[in-house]
Every structure is written in structure tokens, then in C-alpha cells.
Nanobody, 119 residues
């Protein structure tokens, strides 16, 4: 079992930046690939970014590619999402997720953090 706690959300103007953090506790952090998802009102939860257990590979939704960067710090058991050039369409609740090899996303979620981008 791994527990995930997000922080860093808030209100920002379009074009601004935010950095989300997700602190993981419980089982060994490097046993899990980590990811970020988001859910806007009235929409399905969607994948935003993911990073492998080793941190050697990261991947992104097309909608955020070139603007968002996912990273992880093994000393702090934390994964980050740096969000630049934010748009009103990025407004959503952002969720941290963890996944073990062979599992799909969805077993481990954080509680979510609200990001609101004003125009």
C-alpha cells in the first residue's frame, strides 16, 4: 500500500506557472511508476503525465507536451509536476497516481488538488 498526498494547487493567471507536489509514503517509492491525472467539471478523468520507476522515461498527453514536466525525487519520495504557460483549459482537480509493474493506473490515488487558471 502507498499513500499519496498532493499539494501546490491554486489560482493563477493564464500564462503563469505552478508546481504540484505529491508526497508518497508507505511502500518503497521506487517500486512505483508515478503519474498525474486531472478531472475538469463534467469531464472524465484524463492522463496528464507519467514517469517510470527509474525516472529514466517520462511521457505526456499531447495537450500538455512542451508545457508540463514531470520529475521525481527519491530522497524525498516525491513526484512533481511543473506546469508552465498555463491555459484556462488546464483548470481541473489534479490527482497523483502510483502504479506497480503489471498494474493499470487506478489502484492508488491522492486526494486531489485544485488548479484554476483565469483568463
Amino acid at each position: 500500500q502507498v499513500q499519496l498526498v498532493e499539494s501546490g494547487g491554486g489560482l493563477v493567471q493564464a500564462g503563469g506557472s505552478l508546481r504540484l507536489s505529491c508526497a508518497a509514503s508507505g511502500r518503497t517509492f521506487n517500486n512505483y511508476a508515478m503519474g498525474w491525472f486531472r478531472q475538469a467539471p463534467g469531464k472524465e478523468r484524463e492522463f496528464v503525465a507519467g514517469i517510470t520507476r527509474s525516472g529514466g522515461n517520462s511521457y505526456y498527453a499531447d495537450s500538455v507536451k512542451g508545457r508540463f514536466t514531470i520529475s521525481r525525487d527519491y530522497g524525498k519520495n516525491t513526484v512533481y509536476l511543473q506546469m508552465n504557460s498555463l491555459k484556462p483549459g488546464d483548470t481541473a482537480v489534479y490527482y497523483c497516481a502510483a502504479r506497480q509493474d503489471g498494474d493499470n493506473w487506478g489502484k492508488y490515488w491522492g486526494q486531489g488538488t485544485q488548479v484554476t487558471v483565469s483568463s
